[in-house]
């Protein structure tokens, strides 16, 4: 009888690409079921029409390759599709996501060689084209239902996203300032701002978009997505460390900062609560193939984000850090990998 011999580890979980995709897109179901609930249905909008440019994109890029077109079935274009949806501001123009999904697909995955070759992370860099290209556009979240005045029905979302206006004519705009007068619809922006003018965090936190500890719904939002993380966790998905040694960074750095500031930097709660920390840290931060791989390196790479993001959330001129602060990390992960990399047993250290 003929034996096969394979080489260790033998242990290990038997998911395919499209599986693993698919899978972690289930996972993402919490926070983006949380999004819709206090933000409206206009992000699943922007996640619908993510989905078509992606595969339309990476179809024609295949295409245009010569490869064969069941690559679409890995669901890779599918995963980035969703993330750079739920990115972007609900009621966006329509064109924005496209461009933002096109650039991301073939640019920042397909022109690297496809999947498994592309050195960042294509959903953020299709969020960063579109922040530094669209300031505006990118920056045009509306408060929270609750704290909204004007109610927005499917119609007036679609007629948003597709003409600017909603069916009785109120721009994006006019939508924020019809809630309680506000302009900084998320807390990271209302933070950053009442900095900037010298108000105290004490002040700031009074502003209606704020409870007692977070924003309004951005809480949630961030809850929703880390049980989805920890849903991942426990299907080993992903491993543990990068997104725990960034959150853990991520508190560490806000905790000192605030003992020694209070008055003019966020909590650590805020920090791990607001913008697109627990998104960044299981769904963005842990993605296999812009990541570092061995165990020491990943805890590095954690920190490094979790730091990177603190810096420029508290020193930098954009409210949220995310998209930059792995970006910078995805730089770094080949010099990361090559310094952390096991030594062999019997070889010369």
Known sequence: MALLINSSPHDRIALDTATLMRRVCYCLIPGIAAQWWFFGV??????????????SAE?????????????????????????????IPPLAPWW??????????????QLYGGLGQNLFNPAMVAYVLL??????????????????????????????????????????????????????????????????????????????VFTSFAGIGWQWVNLGYLAGGLMM????????????????????????????APDN???????????????????????????????????VYGVLIGLLVYLIRTLGGYPDAVAFAVLLANMTVPMIDALTKPTTYGAKR
């Open 265 to 299: 930097t966020a909590s650590s709660l805020i920090h791990l609560l607001s913008g697109a920390t627990m998104l960044g840290a299981f769904f963005i931060a842990t993605d296999p193939v812009s990541a570092a791989t061995t165990f020491k390196g990943r805890l």
């Open 96 to 109: 924005l996501v496209v461009i933002g999904t096109g650039f991301g697909i073939i640019v920042a995955k």
């Open 42 to 55: 206009g992000s699943l909008i922007q996640v619908l029409l993510a989905m078509l440019t992606a595969y």
């Open 131 to 208: 922040l530094i290209s669209f300031p505006v556009q990118m920056t045009s979240w509306l408060p929270p239902l609750e704290l909204q005045l004007y109610p927005l029905t499917l119609a007036d979302s679609v007629s948003t996203i597709f003409t600017g206006f909603t069916l009785d004519g109120f721009s994006p705009h006019q939508l924020r300032e019809l809630a309680d007068g506000t302009t900084m619809a998320t807390p990271l922006d209302t933070l950053k701002t009442g900095f900037s003018q010298g108000h105290t965090r004490s002040e700031i936190m009074a502003e209606p």
């Open 233 to 260: 966790l426990r299907l080993r998905l992903i491993s543990w460390p990068i997104p725990v040694a960034f959150l853990a960074s991520l508190l560490v750095f806000s905790f000192l900062g605030f003992l020694i």
């Open 59 to 87: 179809g024609l890029v295949l295409w245009l390759r010569g490869r064969r077109l069941s690559q679409l079935k890995d669901n890779s274009a599918l995963l980035t599709a969703v993330l750079i949806g739920i990115s």
